[in-house]
T-cell receptor, first 115, second 110 residues
Framework: AAGVIQSPRHLIKEKRETATLKCYPIPRHDTVYWYQQGPGQDPQFLISFYEKMQSDKGSIPDRFSAQQFSDYHSELNMSSLELGDSALYFC??????????????FGPGTRLTVL | DQQVKQNSPSLSVQEGRISILNCDYTNSMFDYFLWYKKYPAEGPTFLISISSIKDKNEDGRFTVFLNKSAKHLSLHIVPSQPGDSAVYFCAADEGGKLIFGQGTELSVKP
């Protein structure tokens, strides 16, 4: 079965540079979520999109923005990168329209290292 | 403020025995909980979930128990296998976004 695809898997950037992370949800899933997991920490919710509209926002810095496109893939744009942005970034997808509760299926993550 | 807590950072169990992973939460409004398993360098893999209208949900070797009055849930793995060795995250669904616990690293020894 198709899973959530994230690219790139690894990314190394310098401070103050920008980065773009991509997420391709499971086919027919209508909701995409972004999470950030710092070293030794639990994943923290950043932002989510349902049917291409932002549906919820967590602890996402103003330097970050995201969107979901017409083909349901999503991109997380990160500008003015800081050392503290080094983390694993996970994308997850679910089929929210199926019911009230929906399991989220996670991608393999993008490991961002800011030097 | 950690709304979902897994107070045991690690657990070691013998193969074939039962593994019990615990999770506590503070927000009584949470009504849907999930367990994920995570290997290094991979994304979390969904294991099992439970809604607050139930107190138990079973799927093969995995059973999740929910005690709403105590705001506590647990994941039982019986029998434990070496391939179960991973980090297990408990999560609560808050309007669609997941609030994760800190994780418990399970080690199943042959």
């Amino acid at each position: 079965a198709a899973g959530v695809i994230q690219s790139p898997r690894h990314l190394i950037k310098e401070k103050r540079e920008t980065a773009t992370l991509k997420c391709y949800p499971i086919p027919r899933h209508d909701t995409v979520y972004w999470y950030q997991q710092g070293p030794g920490q639990d994943p923290q919710f950043l932002i989510s999109f349902y049917e291409k509209m932002q549906s919820d926002k967590g602890s996402i810095p103003d330097r970050f923005s995201a969107q979901q496109f017409s083909d349901y893939h999503s991109e997380l744009n990160m500008s003015s990168l800081e050392l503290g942005d080094s983390a694993l970034y996970f994308c997850a997808s679910s089929l929210k329209g199926q019911g009230f509760y929906n399991e989220q299926f996670f991608g393999p993550g993008t490991r961002l290292t800011v030097l | 403020d950690q709304q979902v807590k897994q107070n045991s950072p690690s657990l070691s169990v013998q193969e074939g025995r039962i593994s019990i992973l615990n999770c506590d939460y503070t927000n009584s409004m949470f009504d849907y909980f999930l367990w994920y398993k995570k290997y290094p360098a991979e994304g979390p893999t969904f294991l099992i979930s439970i809604s607050s209208i139930k107190d138990k949900n079973e799927d093969g070797r995995f059973t999740v128990f929910l005690n709403k009055s105590a705001k506590h849930l647990s994941l039982h793995i019986v029998p434990s296998q070496p391939g179960d060795s991973a980090v297990y995250f408990c999560a609560a669904d808050e309007g669609g976004k997941l609030i994760f616990g800190q994780g418990t690293e399970l080690s199943v020894k042959p």
